[in-house]
C-alpha cells in the first residue's frame, strides 16, 4: 500500500511535468499554448468579416476553441493545423462533442506546411519567432485580397490595414508590404 503523502506527492509531479510539456513541446515547433480570449475571438471574426460559406483557418490550433467559436457564432467551416498530437486528439474530441464534426477538421500538421494557395482567411496567435516566416508564406502563397488575422504579435514588415483588442488585421497584397 503506497502512503497517502507519496500518493499526492507523484500526483503533483505528474500534473508539473503535464504543464511542462503543455507548454515546452509546442514551443520547440516556434509557439507554446495560451488560448485566445473570447473578446479576441470576436474581434478576429469581425475583422476577417466571417460569415455563412467562408472557410477559415487556424493555424496553431491548439484545443480547438477558435474553431469550434468561429463555426459556432458564424456558422463558417474552419480548418485548423496543430503539430501536437495530444492537443489535435482532445480539440477533435470537443469539436465532436459541439456537434461540428461536419464543419470542423483538424489537420495534424506543421503550420508551415499547410498549402494556403486556396485559402482567403487565415488566423492565428503564435509567437513572434515564427512572424518572419509566416509574412513570407502568406504573402507567397494567398491569393490577393484575402484576410489574416494575427492575436497579439505583427509581422515584422506589413503595417496592419487596423487592429482591435490587439488583433491585427492584414490584407495581402501590394498595399500590405509597407513598413509598419
Ligand atoms: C498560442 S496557442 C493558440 C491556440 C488557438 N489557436 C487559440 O487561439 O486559442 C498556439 C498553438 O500553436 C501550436 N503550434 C506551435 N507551433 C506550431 C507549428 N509549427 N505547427 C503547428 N502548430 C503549432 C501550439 O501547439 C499551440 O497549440
Known sequence: MVPTHVLEGWILW????????????????????????????????ALLQLEDGDTVY?????????LIFFAKERRVQAVGAEVDPLRRAVSLWKIRRHGLSSRVTVLRKNLLDVDLRGSEKVFFFLSPLLMRKLQEKVGKEMPAGSLVVSVDHRFPDWKPKESRENVHLYVVGADARVRA
Request: hydrophobic share 55%; no cysteine; glycine share 14%.
Open 14 to 45: 505528474a500534473f508539473a511535468a503535464f504543464l511542462v510539456y503543455l507548454f515546452l513541446f509546442s514551443l520547440v515547433w516556434g509557439a507554446g499554448y495560451y488560448p485566445t480570449s473570447r473578446r479576441q475571438l470576436a474581434a478576429a471574426a
Open 58 to 66: 487556424d493555424l496553431g490550433s491548439g484545443f480547438g476553441g477558435a
